[in-house]
């Protein structure tokens, strides 16, 4: 079985940075594209940003500049750096995975980890 688990969540103050971290562990052969997304309370689930096998990322607009995915292969772990955090970024960051495991290709998400910027 192939799972997500997410670390690097917790509360930062406005300006301030986290790393958020999912490892995909279990029997994988490939994994294609990796991302992050965030729901804060009340509002749908939104993009924030993903990483292709060949290393193209895209983002939210309104993270541009902030953040970074990165992914290291080796580990089948995939980052998000935050830098100069908002309330606005206040959310559960989820992960996710687009993979192939022993015989078959699919699509993954982790349990979640929350992100509060408060000051």
């Known amino acids: 079985q192939v799972q997500l688990v997410e670390s690097g969540g917790g509360l930062v103050q406005p300006g301030g940075s986290l790393r958020l971290s999912c490892a995909a562990s279990?029997?994988?052969?490939?994994?294609?594209?990796m991302g992050w997304y965030r729901q804060a309370p009340g509002k749908q689930r939104e993009l924030v940003a993903t990483?292709?096998?060949?290393?193209?990322?895209n983002y939210k607009d309104s993270v541009k500049g902030r953040f970074t995915i990165s992914r290291d292969n080796a580990k089948n772990t995939v980052y998000l750096q935050m830098n100069s955090l908002k309330p606005e970024d206040t959310a559960v960051y989820y992960c996710?995975?687009?993979?192939?495991?022993?015989?078959?290709?699919?699509?993954?998400w982790g349990q979640g980890t929350q992100v509060t910027v408060s000051s």
């Open positions: 996710n995975a687009d993979l192939k495991g022993s015989d078959y290709e699919y699509n993954l």
């Open positions: 279990g029997t994988i052969f490939s994994i294609y594209a």
């Open positions: 990483i292709t096998s060949g290393g193209n990322t």
